[in-house]
């Protein structure tokens, strides 16, 4: 994309003085989240037009996959949506394990579902962090990534890895989490709704928090659904649909929780649903730690699932196995899979076509950011300059899934 | 059990679900246009002649499936038709997803859009339209997404090296 061609063209002309500039914002620039380009075309201040540019963090992910076997994918969908990785892990996790017909064991399922929570309120900590920065209050950034510190601290023991976990595998779980797992998760999710009050004193009643977010941004119920926006930003005009409840997965039958709606549609309405996210999260976590079940955390399927370490130094059959899954992987059955999960950001899919050999014949992500884009247009238009700002804070994307 | 039983093709998912919603409403409207039907793995695939997806994803709008998720292409090169295009749709009533399918045949096929029906598809018919190569009639912006405007060829097609072109 040569930034010099006009993307837009050029505003007609009215025969009045009054110019329409076209103002670029991105692909580099602060409140952008990434790389994304704005092109703006403004009446003074007032946006009359607004067209996001992507692609400038394409790589081909859907194109490298179809050259991998199926477990080297897991990696790869970390790097989508690099806030949230546990959610695509375990998107495409259960799209592959419901093309094999995998029985994943109980412990392995609960495990999944308190890792997909955290995660949720890592990305919710960011996305509070990264939206009350853009719009004036620092503040709260330093308090938020204090917070996703610690998970992330809990996350690499877990996986070793702080941000790219690939820590859910097809058939399970990498690896047992660490012996002071369960106590460091207790102990995060004990003092984190103290920290939510802190969050939530410092902005809720703050004025200017308050007033750049009240009526901007304002997205209908009928727009939302005509636009293919999902998530806390559906919920947030006044749908009620989650798919953790509606259509649950992995064990999310098993877990009470509530899901927050708001019908206003508008920035402030989106803040409060996803700091009330958070607390739901908070109980699913307890509920997860209360209830986590005794047994394995990989499905017994030697073909599929690696085996332990030990078990491959010590018998000469799971060595083979291991030697086979990595040199040529695992055939699997020939059809096409949906997989949907809900995500921090909304409703994530994962479509997976088999051809019956090891490698996948294609793969598709439904990412909900990408979606969400489609709709900053009607969120941003009559207001001005500055609420763009606002609005694309509040809409909580992240490029690296818009862009694949 | 009705999950984990499979159905193929178009009699037997008739015979399977004769009050599903999004089955009726389609035979209700023009009987012809359902190709082919699947039913594997608890989600139900019903295939759409290829010129008529605009109203058959109208039909299923009225029908109940009021949320499009997704719609992407598969290259099935060298078999003929060439492409599938797979549309996901939800609905929030019957808190169900169903696929509708098409085949579209030749090299440079072309379909008609369902923008018209749902905005939202705006975007992914401007992804499949760039990395495939089909052609979207009645697009309101039908242009590349992902590569750069000047790109050659179509990256997803099967006959495109994973390396690009050298």
């Given at each position: 994309m040569n930034p010099g061609t006009p993307i837009l063209e050029a505003p007609a002309a009215t025969g009045s003085h009054d110019q329409h500039m076209i103002l670029n914002m991105g692909?580099?620039?602060?409140?952008?989240?990434?790389v994304l380009r704005l092109v703006v075309e403004i009446d003074g201040e007032i946006v009359v037009r607004l067209q996001p540019e992507i692609g400038?963090?394409?790589?081909?992910i859907e194109k490298t996959c179809e050259a991998k076997f199926y477990h080297q994918i897991v990696p790869l969908?970390?790097?989508?949506?690099y806030l949230s990785p546990m959610a695509n892990n375990l998107c495409y996790c259960l799209a592959v394990e419901k093309l094999l017909g995998l029985e994943i064991p109980e412990k392995a399922q609960w495990l999944r579902v308190l890792l997909a929570e955290l995660t949720r309120l890592n990305s919710h900590l960011i996305w509070l962090g990264t939206h009350a920065m853009d719009i004036g209050a620092l503040t709260v950034f330093l308090y938020t990534f204090r917070e996703r510190e610690e998970i992330l601290r809990i996350f690499e023991g877990l996986a070793?890895?702080?941000?790219?976990?690939?820590?859910?595998?097809?058939?399970?779980?990498?690896?047992e989490p660490p012996l002071d797992f369960f106590d460091r998760v207790q102990g995060f999710i004990r003092s984190f709704p103290e920290k939510i009050d802190e969050y939530s004193n410092l902005l809720t009643g703050n004025p200017i928090f308050r007033n750049r977010l009240k009526g901007v941004g304002i997205l209908s119920a009928a727009d939302a659904i005509a636009l293919g926006v999902t998530g806390p930003n559906m919920r947030g005009s006044g749908i009620d649909f989650d798919l953790r409840r509606?259509?649950?997965?992995?064990?999310?039958?098993?877990f009470q929780f509530k899901v927050p709606i708001a019908t206003e549609g508008d920035c402030w309405a989106r803040y409060l649903i996803r700091l009330i996210e958070m607390r739901e999260s908070v109980k699913m976590i307890q509920q997860a730690l209360d209830g986590?079940?005794?047994?394995?955390?990989?499905?017994?399927a030697p073909k599929i699932v690696l085996p332990d370490r030990e078990k491959m130094k010590t018998q000469m059959e799971a060595l083979i196995h291991h030697f086979k899954i990595v040199t040529e992987g695992f055939a699997v059955p020939a059809g096409e899979v949906y997989q949907g999960v809900e995500s921090p950001r909304g409703q994530m899919g994962y479509y997976i076509v088999s051809?019956?050999?090891?490698?996948?014949?294609r793969v598709h992500f439904r990412n909900p950011s990408f979606a969400t884009l489609q709709a900053i247009e009607t969120m941003c238009?009559?207001?001005?300059?500055?609420d763009v700002i606002a609005v694309i804070g509040s809409i909580d994307i992240v490029l690296g899934e818009i862009d694949r | 059990m009705a999950e984990t039983k499979t159905l193929i093709g178009k009699a037997a998912v008739l015979e399977g679900f004769p009050a599903h919603p999004a089955v009726k409403a389609v035979l209700a409207w023009d009987?012809?246009?359902?190709e082919d039907a699947k039913f594997d793995r608890g989600e139900l695939t019903l295939t759409i002649a290829a010129g008529k997806i605009r109203s058959a994803a109208a039909t299923v709008q009225a029908a109940g499936y009021n949320f499009f998720e997704d719609v992407t292409a598969v290259d099935w090169?060298?078999?003929?038709?060439?492409f599938q295009l797979s549309y996901h749709i939800v609905s929030h009533l019957y808190k169900e997803r169903i696929r509708l399918r098409v085949l579209l045949d030749g090299d440079a096929p072309s379909v008609e859009s369902i923008t018209s029906v749902w905005p939202s598809a705006n975007f992914y018919e401007r992804e499949v339209f760039d990395l495939f190569g089909i052609r979207f009639e009645g697009h309101p912006d039908l242009r590349r997404i992902m590569?750069?405007?000047?790109?050659?060829?179509?990256?997803?097609?099967?006959?495109?090296p994973v390396e690009g072109y050298r």
């Amino acid at each position: 994309m040569n930034p010099g061609t006009p993307i837009l063209e050029a505003p007609a002309a009215t025969g009045s003085h009054d110019q329409h500039m076209i103002l670029n914002m991105g692909p580099q620039h602060p409140a952008m989240h990434g790389v994304l380009r704005l092109v703006v075309e403004i009446d003074g201040e007032i946006v009359v037009r607004l067209q996001p540019e992507i692609g400038y963090l394409h790589t081909g992910i859907e194109k490298t996959c179809e050259a991998k076997f199926y477990h080297q994918i897991v990696p790869l969908t970390d790097r989508l949506d690099y806030l949230s990785p546990m959610a695509n892990n375990l998107c495409y996790c259960l799209a592959v394990e419901k093309l094999l017909g995998l029985e994943i064991p109980e412990k392995a399922q609960w495990l999944r579902v308190l890792l997909a929570e955290l995660t949720r309120l890592n990305s919710h900590l960011i996305w509070l962090g990264t939206h009350a920065m853009d719009i004036g209050a620092l503040t709260v950034f330093l308090y938020t990534f204090r917070e996703r510190e610690e998970i992330l601290r809990i996350f690499e023991g877990l996986a070793g890895q702080r941000m790219m976990t690939s820590y859910i595998r097809i058939g399970g779980l990498a690896m047992e989490p660490p012996l002071d797992f369960f106590d460091r998760v207790q102990g995060f999710i004990r003092s984190f709704p103290e920290k939510i009050d802190e969050y939530s004193n410092l902005l809720t009643g703050n004025p200017i928090f308050r007033n750049r977010l009240k009526g901007v941004g304002i997205l209908s119920a009928a727009d939302a659904i005509a636009l293919g926006v999902t998530g806390p930003n559906m919920r947030g005009s006044g749908i009620d649909f989650d798919l953790r409840r509606d259509m649950p997965y992995s064990g999310y039958e098993k877990f009470q929780f509530k899901v927050p709606i708001a019908t206003e549609g508008d920035c402030w309405a989106r803040y409060l649903i996803r700091l009330i996210e958070m607390r739901e999260s908070v109980k699913m976590i307890q509920q997860a730690l209360d209830g986590m079940p005794e047994g394995l955390i990989k499905a017994d399927a030697p073909k599929i699932v690696l085996p332990d370490r030990e078990k491959m130094k010590t018998q000469m059959e799971a060595l083979i196995h291991h030697f086979k899954i990595v040199t040529e992987g695992f055939a699997v059955p020939a059809g096409e899979v949906y997989q949907g999960v809900e995500s921090p950001r909304g409703q994530m899919g994962y479509y997976i076509v088999s051809d019956g050999t090891a490698k996948p014949y294609r793969v598709h992500f439904r990412n909900p950011s990408f979606a969400t884009l489609q709709a900053i247009e009607t969120m941003c238009k009559g207001r001005m300059l500055a609420d763009v700002i606002a609005v694309i804070g509040s809409i909580d994307i992240v490029l690296g899934e818009i862009d694949r | 059990m009705a999950e984990t039983k499979t159905l193929i093709g178009k009699a037997a998912v008739l015979e399977g679900f004769p009050a599903h919603p999004a089955v009726k409403a389609v035979l209700a409207w023009d009987s012809e246009a359902l190709e082919d039907a699947k039913f594997d793995r608890g989600e139900l695939t019903l295939t759409i002649a290829a010129g008529k997806i605009r109203s058959a994803a109208a039909t299923v709008q009225a029908a109940g499936y009021n949320f499009f998720e997704d719609v992407t292409a598969v290259d099935w090169l060298p078999s003929s038709p060439r492409f599938q295009l797979s549309y996901h749709i939800v609905s929030h009533l019957y808190k169900e997803r169903i696929r509708l399918r098409v085949l579209l045949d030749g090299d440079a096929p072309s379909v008609e859009s369902i923008t018209s029906v749902w905005p939202s598809a705006n975007f992914y018919e401007r992804e499949v339209f760039d990395l495939f190569g089909i052609r979207f009639e009645g697009h309101p912006d039908l242009r590349r997404i992902m590569m750069p405007d000047e790109w050659q060829g179509h990256p997803l097609r099967k006959d495109y090296p994973v390396e690009g072109y050298r």
